[in-house]
């Protein structure tokens, strides 16, 4: 009867942390969106904080192939960052914001972009992305243990 037990808490256990790994988001890492723009989260501090990249490849829109700043938050599955699009090589005098969540290894969102000079809310664009991890760097040691 112990053994029932034993076996279900184990099982129990190996569930939990399955779930746990597929909504919890590794540092260094780059995910994709379906128009294949890459966002990179370089570091993620105690508090939630992200500090990362974002690199344009979208259809249609400027400001492509640069790799400009991401801040943001994370709490728990819940996600959110934005990019001011500005470098030393292209400004496209706007900023997005991103919100959303992670869920089975994806970062689901929805996005807001303003322009500067923007007077009415009608202006902000409006839309939804996927994320799909494409890599993360693993921190190994020389020293083996």
Excluded at 117 to 122: F, I, M, N, P, V
């Amino acid at each position: 009867m112990k053994y029932k037990y034993l076996i279900a808490l184990c099982i129990s256990v190996f569930f939990s942390l399955s779930a746990r790994a597929d909504n919890s988001i590794a540092v260094p890492s780059s995910w994709v969106n379906t128009e294949g723009s890459t966002l990179t989260i370089s570091a993620i501090d105690s508090d939630g904080q992200i500090t990362g990249s974002y690199v344009n490849k979208a259809a249609g829109w400027n400001c492509q192939n640069i790799a400009y700043p991401v801040t943001g938050w994370i709490y728990g599955t819940a996600i959110t960052f934005d990019t001011k699009w500005e470098s030393t090589t292209e400004s496209c005098n706007s900023i997005t914001s991103w919100v959303g969540f992670l869920y089975q290894g994806q970062i689901n969102t929805f996005w807001n972009l303003t322009q500067n000079g923007s007077s009415s809310t009608s202006q902000i664009l409006q839309g939804k992305d996927t994320f799909k991890q494409t890599s993360t760097v693993l921190k190994k040691s020389l020293i083996s243990k």
